[in-house]
């Protein structure tokens, strides 16, 4: 029983990891914004540059939960997998509900799902001919293949479980000092296992939405707190 449950830990402690990259990311993309408001620089090209970041927090994600998952130094091959996996994945789920969005995390299942093609993959034995293509780039050709089934797989069975999670950070939003309480207590309690930055990642990229004065819809309370300081400071 303990052999399992520290192999368990061991593979979600790697997704705490994952979530490290979108982090590293943010700052640049608040220095970026920061200084594109009225009271600095007024410019709307360095405002237009920090949305490209906040508005694709799940290429970031998928770029951090291929790198956490793949077992090889080389994770360039998976990278790129991953990538066109995932514009293919919402492809996908746009061609059956144009409405579904499923944010970070759609970067963290696609990286994660890229990343253990690319671990099994890589050793498949395939015709001579097929070489140059197979082995460890083998996974840039089955990756996007696999996200077309997937992408629809999920465009049916996501919408409960997004309408969970919404449920979910809603009580806990509203439940006022007991929802902090319990966010607080959660956070702490993960942190000796890598896993607070799980939770972080859904309520700082996921919990609410907000249009950016360039027309972009960005989500998550952390980008939506950013820019309210920056409309403070405007003002």
């Not at 979108?22 to 920061?34: E, F, M, T």
């Not at 405002?47 to 508005?55: E, S, T």
């Not at 998952?69 to 991953?82: E, N, P, Q, R, V």
Request: aromatic share 12%.
């Amino acid at each position: 029983m303990l052999p399992i449950l520290s192999k368990i830990n061991n593979q979600l402690s790697k997704l705490g990891r994952a979530m490290l990259i979108p982090i590293v990311a943010q700052p640049v993309a608040g220095i970026l914004s920061r200084f594109g408001q009225p009271d600095l620089i007024d410019s709307e090209l360095l405002r237009m540059a920090a949305d490209v970041i906040f508005g694709n927090m799940d290429l970031l994600f998928v770029v951090g939960a291929s790198v956490a998952f793949t077992k090889s130094k080389d994770k360039t091959t998976t990278i790129l997998g991953a990538i066109l996996a995932l514009m293919v994945f919402k492809k996908a789920l746009a061609f059956v509900n144009p409405d579904l969005n499923m944010g970070i995390f759609a970067g963290i299942i696609v990286g994660s799902a890229t990343a253990i093609l690319y671990n099994y993959s890589r050793d498949w034995k395939t015709p001579s001919m097929f070489s140059f293509f197979t082995g460890e780039k083998f996974v840039v050709t089955l990756a996007p293949l696999a996200a077309v089934p997937f992408g629809l797989l999920f465009a049916q069975v996501w919408s409960p479980v997004e309408s969970g999670l919404d449920a979910f950070a809603v009580a806990l939003l509203g439940a006022g000092a007991l929802g902090a309480f319990l966010f607080g207590f959660l956070n702490r309690s993960l942190i000796p296992f890598g896993l607070h930055h799980v939770i972080n990642s859904y309520v700082f990229f996921e919990v609410g939405s907000y249009v950016t004065s360039t027309g972009t819809v960005v989500t998550g309370k952390s980008l939506a707190l950013s820019r309210e300081i920056q409309l403070l400071a405007v003002f």
